[in-house]
Structures are given as C-alpha cells and as structure tokens.
C-alpha cells in the first residue's frame, strides 16, 4: 500500500522576522506538511530560520533541502541538529547533499572537491552524525530520541548507494548538474531516466527492514487551461526537449487542476513518489492541487 502524500514547501527568500513569521503561517494554512529551507549563500541561514519558522507555526515540520554538507564540519553539524530539534519540540527533518554550486564555494574559501570526494565527505558525515546523536551521553540532546529523520538527496550511483544505507527520505531532485558551470547550472532527466534512478535505488534499497519515503522536487506548477503555452518559458532553458518531452518531465506539473491531480497520482504509481517538495513561488499555485489530493 503507498504511504499517504505529504507536501512540503522551499522557501527561498529571505524576509524580517515579521514578514518570514507571516509567510510560514501562510503556508501552515494552506497545508503544507513541511516547511523548508536551502543551503545557499544569499539565502537564508537554515538553522535560526528552521527555529523562527516552528515558532510562527503549530502543525508542520520544518526541515533542511538540503545543507551543503561541505560547509559543514560533521561535529559542529551535529551540535546545530540537536540544539534545533530540541528548539522546535522535535520537529526537525535533516536534509543532506553534497553541494553542487563551486562559485558559493570560491566566495566561502572552502574547498570544492572532485565529485567522488564530496560523495566521501558526505558519507563521513551522516556516519559520524549517526554516532554521535545516538549517543546517550552526548551534549545537546535532541529532542527526538529515535533519531532526527535524515533526507539525503541524490542522483548518481554512490550517491543513490548512501540513501539506501542511511536515509529515511529518499530525494530525487529530476536533474543532473551541467559539467563546467560554477553556478550549479542543472539540467532536467527524463521521464525515462528518473524511471532508471529511481529503479537503481530500489535495487540498493532491496535489503532494508522498513521502505524509505520517497520524494520528488517539483520546479515548476502552474495552473492552466493551456498546457503548450505554459511550458513555452521552460523550452527556451531545455531546447532540447521537444513540446511533448517538456510537458511529461516528472518536475513540471502544467494543466487544469484535474491533469496536475491526476499526473501526481500517476507518478505516485510509476515512481513511489509520496512526498512532494515545491519551491516558494508555487506555493499558492500548489494549495488547491494538495486539496483534490488530499479529497481522494
């Protein structure tokens, strides 16, 4: 049996604590399960914001999509999961990547790595992460004493090998980044290619006791009775792609309530995508179509 959908919300801008308290509410009202935030310079700092968001509201999680774990030293890490889970009354979602944008790297003075040893760092980070949170003796305690549910968000093979070994989320972001741009320059997969990776993971995860939960990055909602004209913006970043390609790219959802409500569905059967994140933008956009969902 598929896990009831959950929708989670990205927010991207940052705002004085007036403004940002408003915007979560906002989105505490319209149901969003989840409320999250990203990792980039020029953002938000994801931790006090974390804290600021569970203070404004009652009912969603708050959670990471996700930390650079190349900012992070791994104990210093762990001191800030725990301090906000405890703040926020155990309410925290971690969410981990590798970090994919050199230039945030260049500006900060950290070093970036070849892919294989962000992949390396990232390990030795949700490992130690892993031990030091299970520890009992260990200082601060978070609130969650089964564990912080951990998200990891991947793509390629060993990336895909570490979500199966350690995460409760699963995270498909339906893109690959572009070799050569500092600025994390992503470009979509295909329908069929996401059908790949996602088989891949099931296949690394065979051996695990309890499934994980998977999710989906939606870049791009709108709500139409014309679904052509729609995705016009989005083919002149994917010339490749034909009309027809764009439309079916599992991350677009373009059409009347009923073609969104039902592509969903129908991605949920194909894939086992239950929990769907969309960025800031869309959240207006995405509220009736997590009502229709949500009604059956």
Known sequence: MSRPFRFGVNMMASAPAGEWSAKCRRAEELGYDVILVPDHLGMVAPFPALVAAARATERPRVGTFVLNAGF?????????????????????????????????????????????????????????????????EY?????????????????????????????????FTGGRTV????????????????DER????REL????????????????????????????PLL??????????????PIVLLGTLEEITAQVRAQRERYGFTYLTVLEPYMEAFAPVMRALRAG
């Open 205 to 232: 995860a065979a051996d695990r006791e309890e499934p994980a939960e998977l999710n989906l990055l939606i870049q791009m909602v709108v709500v139409t009775d014309d679904r052509e004209a729609a995705v016009r």
């Open 139 to 171: 200082q601060p305690r978070p609130e969650q004493r089964a564990g912080v549910p951990l998200l990891i968000g991947a793509n390629g093979d060993r990336m895909l090998e570490l979500t199966a070994r350690h995460a409760d989320i699963a995270a």
């Open 179 to 194: 070799p050569g741009h500092a600025t994390g320059k992503l470009a979509p997969i295909t329908a069929g290619e996401l």
């Open 236 to 249: 002149e970043h994917v010339p490749h792609l034909t009309d027809d390609q764009a439309l079916e790219l």
């Open 72 to 136: 992070w030293n791994p104990a210093l890490l762990a001191r800030e999961v725990a301090t906000t889970d405890a703040l926020t009354g155990g309410r925290l979602e971690l969410g981990l990547g590798t970090g994919y944008v050199r230039a945030e790297h260049d500006t900060a003075g950290l070093p970036f790595g070849s892919p294989g040893e962000r992949v390396d760092h990232l390990r030795r980070t949700v490992e130690e992460l892993e031990r030091l949170l299970a520890d009992e």
């Open 198 to 201: 996602v088989a891949r993971y």
